[in-house]
């Protein structure tokens, strides 16, 4: 009797690749790229306030933080690939429920879409670190950078060029990728990770470090300028294209710079190369005083709205010369023996800075227009250039080999990233 084989695919899970992780990373580029210029631009339309546009980001980063913090402990009793389906349908089902349009479903809309991002992050990163050798972790990374550069660059201006044609169609090609992503990560058929043998001793809570932490200043240094340039972003993400609307600007402008900025990520092999020739020192202490700088110049001659958009468009340049040096002060300060728990305080910084940049900012909103954010945000960026100047003059030389940096360091959402 002939018997149909069954086919190899299915038999056997193919084994997971560099190549298969930069496209599932390629696809949620796309999907949070294509939004990340819409949602501030449809939350001020839904809530026709920014100091409540500030409330509600503040809220949701807290729901973020909280998420993130939960993923792992969730980890323990449901399977990690059920937590990465559950994450890319609450992206799709975030991205349709903004089709709605209403401020209920504005926020319940920017929640889902938040939590889904911090979940499927943290599963992602476990994945990669399951099956991808550290040997091949710098070319992951790369990979996956190349793979979401596109997404990151045309996504921002695509996204509000399609909201004026049709509103809901960026929401559905959202949720499309997001589908997208799913089938990949099926198609993948990355289970629970790579069983490992469990250990005979209680894993360490990294909270436990804490005072590790706080107790070495380099540390705590590195983190604060992780926090500062995170937050740089987040003004330059969320209210520079309030600032356009609200100066008659238009609603394309925000997003047309971010993907001019983003597209400004192509430089990075140069900046590493200046950066080589120079110290780790100079190209933080250069990047924190000319974004700060530039921020203030915004800030002051907001009068004229264009030089308030050059001069913020002109500090995302340093802002991601700081992506690719302003977390090496911290990595080259940690201690072999630390470098997990320390790693998983110093990814803190993303949460962190989605709910300072939104809680300030609605503050100042409270006592001064739109500009005073950039002004804060001058100011925050100026004070981590002074607090470099006790890094070491000589830092990262000759006993360093300075690499390009992880796609989460230098994609702009974590922005939102």
């Not at 402990?73 to 990465?84: C, K, L």
């Not at 780790?280 to 990047?287: K, L, M, P, T």
């Amino acid at each position: 009797m002939h018997q149909r084989r069954i086919p190899e695919w299915l038999r056997h899970a193919p084994a997971p690749s560099v190549r298969g992780f930069a496209v599932l990373a390629g696809a949620e580029a796309v999907a949070r790229g294509i939004l990340i210029s819409v949602f501030p631009l449809e939350m001020y339309t839904a809530l026709q306030d920014a100091a409540l546009v500030s409330e509600v980001y503040f809220m949701v980063g807290l729901l973020s933080l909280g998420v993130g913090l939960m993923v792992p402990f969730i980890g323990r009793y449901v399977a990690r690939r059920w937590i990465y389906v559950t994450g890319a349908l609450m992206f799709g089902t975030g991205a349709l429920l903004a089709i709605i349009g209403s401020g209920a479903a504005m926020i319940g809309a920017l929640a889902l879409i938040t939590s889904a991002t911090v979940t499927t992050f943290v599963c992602f990163n476990a994945y990669v670190l399951d099956y991808i050798v550290k040997a091949d972790l710098g070319r992951c990374e790369t990979s996956r950078m190349f793979y979401s550069a596109l997404g990151w660059t045309i996504g921002p201006f695509l996204g509000v060029v399609l909201l004026g044609w049709w509103r809901p169609l960026p929401f559905v090609i959202a949720a499309l990728a997001s589908g997208v992503m799913l089938g990949v990560f099926l198609y993948m058929r990355l289970g629970n990770g790579r069983l490992i043998t469990k250990s005979r001793r209680p894993p360490t809570n990294p909270l436990a470090f804490l005072p590790r932490f706080f107790a070495q200043r380099r540390l705590v240094a590195g983190w604060l300028f992780a926090v500062i340039r995170s937050s740089g972003w987040w003004i330059y993400i969320v209210y520079l294209p309030i600032f356009a609307v609200e100066r008659g600007l238009g609603e394309q402008l925000g997003g047309m710079m971010l993907s001019f900025s983003n597209g400004m990520l192509f430089l990075t092999p140069f900046m590493l190369a200046w950066m080589q020739r120079r110290t780790i020192r100079h190209a933080v202490r250069a990047g924190f005083l000319l974004a700060g700088g530039l921020f203030f110049l915004g800030a002051a001659l907001s009068g004229v709205p264009w030089v308030t958009v050059c001069a913020l468009a002109s500090a995302s340049f340093f802002l991601i010369l700081l992506d690719v040096s302003g977390g090496l002060p911290f990595l080259l300060a940690v201690k072999p023996s630390e470098r997990t728990e320390m790693s998983a305080i110093y990814a803190s910084y993303r949460d962190v800075s989605g709910i300072l940049t939104p809680g300030i900012s609605w503050l100042v909103l409270l006592v001064a227009p739109m500009p005073g954010i950039f002004a804060a945000g001058g100011l925050a960026l100026l004070g981590a250039w002074g607090l470099a100047r006790n890094l070491h003059p000589r830092l990262g030389r000759a006993r360093v080999t300075i690499e390009p940096p992880s796609s989460a360091e230098a994609q702009i959402t974590g922005l939102a990233h």
